[in-house]
């Protein structure tokens, strides 16, 4: 079982318009900071698109035929699939692990990888501290105001793929688009936000104590190195992260390429480029860049033509 996802939008205030202008998602939002491809997180659920569950929420959906999520995924979809346009700079912040975020919140930890679409020439990403410091040294550091200054800027590009795990602190930089790969969780500590404003004039909340409570006090690791590539005269494939949460392959598709199924997990096709079609049987999907596609555990092989750049993705 293959079908299109719709997504949901967010307009935070840090948003832009690339997501309408550049990959086709007609959302009437402004600005369109988020959509979130592939849901079933309470604060947005990603739709069925077409087909015999056209207009079903995909909660739902898997509700109805939970064995679409593998046998990996007992507890249902476990991932949240963004596209992020940082028209400006995100608030600095930092995610919980899963057992501090269920002792706490009651709910998952968020750990998660970006794979840069696209960054202006001087953009940067914020990625973990320039140093190791003390807990003290932060502290003092988050209450005064002058945190951005201990913090790692790595200039990105087009391409560049970061692993960002429970406990480090980050911010994606103005100028920066961005796919995002996630746990299914809305949890974030934010510990810096340029001193702005929501729509009605306050102050953004920060979540300071909390935040102390999860980030690593160290250095990121730093760029993930790609993974071997596999290439043949139809397609190129290469494992951009794999960690115990999900993975992530990069498929650039010349001509054709089989959607291998199996019982263990779904798979979501994320076009981040080009166009095509994928079949499964009788069901054929034209997709284009920006489309996300689900394709259910314990399906037909599906058949994927075209040119085209592609995330798969599975748990």
Known sequence: M?????????????GGCRLKNEYG???PLSPLAETWECSVHPDGESTADEGEFSGKTLKNILSLHPEYC???????????????DAADNLSVQVHPDDEYAM????????????????????????YGFDKNYTKSEIEKSLISG???????????????????????????????????????????????????????????PLHIEKALDVMNLMPAPGYIPYGDKLN????????????????VKKLDLKNSFTLISDIKSFKIILCTD?????????NIINFKKGDCIFAAAYSENAEIHGNAEILIISS
């Open 2 to 14: 293959i079908f299109k996802l719709k997504p949901v939008g967010k307009d935070y205030i840090w």
């Open 25 to 27: 998602k007609n959302i």
């Open 70 to 84: 593998g046998t990996n995924n007992k507890d249902g979809m476990p991932l949240l699939i963004k596209l992020i």
């Open 103 to 126: 002792l706490h919140e009651n709910q998952n930890g968020k750990t998660e990888m970006w794979y840069v679409l696209d960054a202006d020439e001087n953009s940067c990403l914020i």
């Open 146 to 204: 002058d945190i951005i200054e201990k913090l790692k800027k790595i200039p990105v590009r087009k391409g560049d793929v970061f692993f960002i795990p429970a406990g480090t602190v980050h911010a994606i930089g103005k100028g920066v688009l961005v796919a995002e790969i996630q746990q299914s969780s809305n949890l974030t500590y934010r510990i810096y936000d340029y001193n702005r404003t929501d729509k009605d004039g306050n102050p953004r």
């Open 232 to 247: 043949t005269t139809g397609y190129s494939l290469q494992t951009l992260c794999e960690c115990a949460y999900f993975t």
């Open 274 to 282: 080009g166009g095509g079609t994928i079949s499964e049987n009788d």
